[in-house]
């Protein structure tokens, strides 16, 4: 499975100066710039491919003409690598507000090729809905502003349609008139008026029904659908008469489940082997996994139908808790830049791992506009801290950090006072452009850079602006460089601010430590630009140095730097950091898996790979083709061939090369698994001189080779039949291996004499204290808990157990966690109920309760697990997390939680609503009691269970016989 990173020009200058906070060159061109491909070393670089949208491309006329003059492989500035492949498409996020997508299909495969690809994309458009009740108007925005804005809309129109308003392009592609017949390319279009919106919304859209300023669609998301499949249909067959040297994918939309499901098996039936799921960024996990399932399930019916290989793209989507949907629905790649923005787009953006993440520290530069000497205070305020966190990272004295500073910073006035009144008129500063006149002062001033990193650029700017006008014939007057110098000194007589206190503290045996005295700056500092609310955050930061923990290239250079926020050559980096995390666990949940096999002699003599493993080796073709997860190809000493590739033309089996050839390749996978039969897997690879990390196992039954993979990929790959998510079924004759997660009652068993406890007392002291105090009796949790569901619970054990089958109950109890049902406790009043959420997990983290479950849970393999919970209760396990520990081959039963139904083939929600109460003649508060009875008398009525019918039994109301209900359902 692969990993891509889309391209939006996120770039960061390789040589930056981070202790002056400059960059290397003012010319952006003169900079060496490094992609996340730069800075990593091959092996290590945590993608396998980039995504490049031809929206991105076209974002300036200058990148457009370089990239398409030299390709994306050979470009200046990208010099993306050639191992990396390149996935190209039309970037539909950027047009979504058009009627029509800007580009036609030759016009995009022609792009791909010019571009030089590895994989082009079909155009889609993505399916937004069909807006509000009348449905969805689209307006040229250009047609907009003279003599009526957007807001001079009336709310009649406003309020019927959803208004999609966008600058069109000049010229629509030529598809656009079969479509819409009135939409005419048009560079300046009349200007809208009030007379256009007057009347009622009928009569405006009828009015606007021919004209080219306007496109009116009642039902736009089928338009949408509709188009892209068209689209795709019309793409193949011109990918197919023409002689392109990339790779097709195509690219399907959909509003649900059923909709993406459907689209999918028209493109596979068009003869697509490459398919894109598009529309899902930004979307919950739980959405997602509902559509990757739908159309992983699509797609490996057509595989095993057709004895062929399909693979599937996830456009925009990369979270790490949907990994093995993923994985199990047999997508072969996807893309984010998620992981790389979250570094400078919010909170916890220095990543460690899914978990565990830090808020990087913000360290502002001045204000746009700034007053002079507000830009200095602020320049120096941002400076004393800097200095501080660099010594306490380099377990330095943070005193003598700010003494050398202020030293420095001194000097670095006085120097640039002598250095502009002998050199104002120099000949290296006539220059028109100030970047001119700021790289000669560079290159010439040795204080330059300190000036602009103690006291901001606003200063350093101000002395530039002066050096371009001054001249022997035209002077500036000497005094304004010595005002902007004498604000500059005038600040800085107030820095460093806090050092004498530090002084004495750092004298003191019993004084501040190095954290409390970085401290003393850091928590000032924040209070002053006002990020107070993250010194809590900052302490875990600075308490844990997770920076020095970190083995990538980049937290290994710059150290505590990665962990500042500050401009783009700090925040990209630790964005390039943060990535790199999310492919560590992306790599450990989805090992990069390689099957190969070697080819014969009549390799070449087949168009692709895959039909010369079909026909030359049918058996080995047949029980690998659907595997999750695994790239699968052939080799000859000319290079890997995947699947889908085109053949070599020549076939060579020489050792050195072959060896040579694959140790390249090699080197960025994990496992290899090699069909070799009947041969020594040395001479297979080309000798004994392969030298990879990569774990390499060989095999000489293709079915051995597939039943090994799906083990070593997980216990949830390798149950049952079949490896993709699909509904369990158990047998229920030999008895079921039942667990129940009851909740505790506000209804207790309390005789007069016993004492009742209270939060405070039961958080003071252990149970078994509470037990040993006198009148104090502990009674099973089975007997202590008396309310309508409990009671009815205990009913169905008891009902259940005397049938045959094993059944565990505990309890989760808010005042003493997961607890057995036998377990004694004493009466107490504590309970979740009236608690907000986070107070609901702080106190459940406190007991354990979540993770006590999980053991549970890990350690043994119930047939079914039922949740019979409330709402609190749910929060106090995160259900949704919870329910993923259950194995895929069994059954997990939660009640009014229809999201972890959609989400999970083996999970099943029932509803436990008030009208199903009344159906069931009880209050909803007893309801999941009684459907538990209900499910103990019924079982014993069917052979075989699954999901569903679980919930038929537990819903049964005696009207038909249990088999009856069930055939009808």
Not at 550 to 558: A, N, Q, V, Y
Request: aromatic content about 10%.
């Amino acid at each position: 499975m692969r990993f891509y990173v889309p391209e939006w020009d996120d770039a960061v200058d390789a040589d930056y100066d981070f202790e002056h906070d400059e960059r290397s060159d003012p010319h952006r061109q003169e900079r060496e710039l490094n992609y996340i491909w730069d800075i990593f070393e091959k092996d290590s670089t945590p993608i396998d491919g980039v995504l490049i949208s031809r929206e991105q491309v076209e974002s300036t006329t200058k990148k457009a003409d370089r990239i398409c003059e030299h390709g994306v492989y050979d470009d200046p500035i990208l010099d993306i690598p050639e191992w990396l492949p390149t996935i190209s498409d039309c970037g539909a996020w950027g047009y979504k507000s058009l009627p029509f997508p800007p580009y036609g299909n030759q016009d995009m495969l022609e792009f791909y090729e010019t571009l030089d690809v590895s994989v082009g994309v079909t155009i889609d458009h993505l399916v937004l809905g069909s807006g509000k009740e009348k449905g969805r108007l689209y307006l040229d925005e250009r047609a907009l502003g003279h003599n009526i804005r957007k807001s001079d809309i009336p709310s009649a129109v406003t309020d019927a349609v959803d208004l999609m308003i966008d600058e069109w392009p000049d010229e629509w592609p030529e598809y656009v008139e079969e479509y819409e017949p009135s939409l005419r390319s048009q560079e300046e279009p009349r200007q809208f008026t009030a007379t256009d919106f007057e009347g009622d919304v009928d009569a405006v859209l009828e009015r606007l029904e021919d004209d080219p300023r306007a496109v009116y669609r009642q039902d736009d998301k089928q338009f949408r659908y509709d188009l892209t499949l068209d689209n795709a249909a019309e793409m193949w067959d011109l990918y197919q008469a023409g002689d392109y040297p990339f790779r097709l994918m195509v690219a399907i939309q959909g509003w649900t489940v059923e909709s993406y499901a459907a689209a999918a098996e028209d493109v596979l039936n068009m003869g697509y082997d490459y398919l894109g799921i598009g529309g899902v960024a930004g979307s919950p996990v739980h959405e997602v996994r509902k559509i990757v399932k739908s159309v992983g399930k699509t797609v490996k019916d057509y595989e095993r139908t057709n004895q062929t290989r399909i693979d599937t793209h996830v456009f925009g989507f990369a979270k790490s808790d949907a990994f093995e949907t993923i994985g199990r629905s047999g997508m072969s790649s996807f893309d984010s830049a998620s992981m790389l923005r979250s570094a400078w787009t919010g909170g916890q953006n220095y990543r460690v791992d899914g978990d565990e993440r830090y808020d990087a520290i913000r360290v502002q530069y001045p204000a746009h506009g700034a007053d002079i000497s507000d830009a200095i205070e602020t320049a120096l305020r941002g400076r004393e801290t800097l200095i501080a966190l660099r010594a306490f990272a380099e377990d330095r004295s943070i005193v003598e950090a700010l003494r050398e500073w202020e030293a420095e910073a001194s000097k670095t006035l006085t120097e640039t006072i002598t250095y502009m009144r002998n050199h104002r008129h120099d000949g290296r500063f006539n220059a028109s452009r100030l970047r001119d006149v700021e790289a000669a002062l560079r290159e010439d001033f040795d204080y330059a850079s300190k000036l602009q990193a103690y006291f901001s650029d606003d200063l350093r700017s101000r002395l530039i602006k002066l050096l371009r006008g001054d001249s022997k014939e035209n002077p500036e007057p000497f005094a304004e460089y010595i005002e902007l110098l004498a604000a500059a000194r005038t600040e800085l007589n107030r820095f460093p601010r806090m050092v004498e206190i530090l002084e004495r503290e750092e004298a003191r045996a019993d004084g501040m430590d190095a954290f409390e005295r970085l401290w003393f700056i850091l928590q000032d500092y924040a209070i002053w630009i006002g990020n107070e609310d993250l010194l809590e955050a900052y302490q875990e930061l600075l308490s844990n140095r997770p920076w020095e923990d970190c083995g990538c290239p980049i937290c290994t250079e710059h150290g505590i730097e990665v962990c500042i926020f500050r401009g783009n050559d700090r925040n990209r980096r630790r964005g390039f950091h943060n990535t790199a995390k999310f492919y560590e666990e992306f790599s450990e949940a989805l090992p990069k898996t390689l099957i190969l096999t070697k080819g014969s002699a009549s390799f070449s003599n087949y168009e692709t790979t895959e039909d010369y493993l079909a026909s030359e080796q049918a058996q080995f073709w047949s029980e690998v083709h659907d595997l999750p997860v695994a790239e699968i190809g052939a080799f000859d000493a000319n290079g890997v061939h995947e699947w889908w590739a085109e053949t070599p033309r020549t076939v060579s089996f020489a050792s050195t090369k072959t060896a040579e050839t694959l140790e390249e390749y090699l080197g960025r996978y994990e496992e290899l698994y090699l069909f070799n039969p009947g041969e020594d897997t040395d001479q297979t690879l080309g000798g004994s001189t392969v030298d990879v990390d990569c774990d390499i196992q060989d095999f000489d039954d293709p079915q051995e080779l597939r039943e090994t993979l799906l083990s070593d990929l997980g216990r949830n790959y390798a149950v049952g039949a079949d490896f993709a998510p699909h509904k369990p079924v158990l047998s229920v004759d030999d008895g079921l291996d039942i667990l129940i997660i009851d909740q505790c009652s506000g209804s207790k068993y309390v005789s007069d004499s016993d004492l009742m406890f209270g939060p405070e007392e039961i958080d003071a002291s252990s149970k078994q204290e509470i037990l040993s105090r006198p009148n104090t009796n502990g009674v099973p949790a089975n007997k202590l808990y008396t309310g309508r569901q409990q009671e009815s619970i205990s009913t169905a054990v008891r009902h259940l157990r005397s049938n045959g089958h094993n059944v565990e109950r505990y309890f989760i109890s808010a005042g003493f966690g997961l607890v057995g049902e036998e377990e004694a406790l004493p009466p107490y009043e504590v309970t979740f109920s009236g608690m907000s959420v986070s107070e609901i997990r702080e106190r459940s983290a406190k007991l354990g309760i979540k993770e006590d479950l999980w053991r549970i849970l890990d350690q043994r393999e119930f047939d079914i697990v039922f949740f019979p919970l409330g709402k609190d209760y749910y929060k106090s396990i995160d259900i949704d997390t919870t329910v993923q520990r259950i194995q895929p081959d069994r059954i997990g039963v939660v009640f009014n939680r229809e999201l972890v139904d959609e989400q999970y083939e083996n999970i099943v929600s029932v509803p436990a609503r008030t009208e199903d109460a009344k159906r069931h003649e009880t209050i909803v508060i007893g309801l999941k009691g009684v459907y538990m009875e209900n499910f103990a008398r019924n079982v014993s009525d069917v052979r075989e269970l699954d999901p569903d019918s679980i919930s038929i039994l537990c819903r049964y109301v005696e009207e038909d016989s249990t088999q009856a209900a069930i055939e009808k359902f």
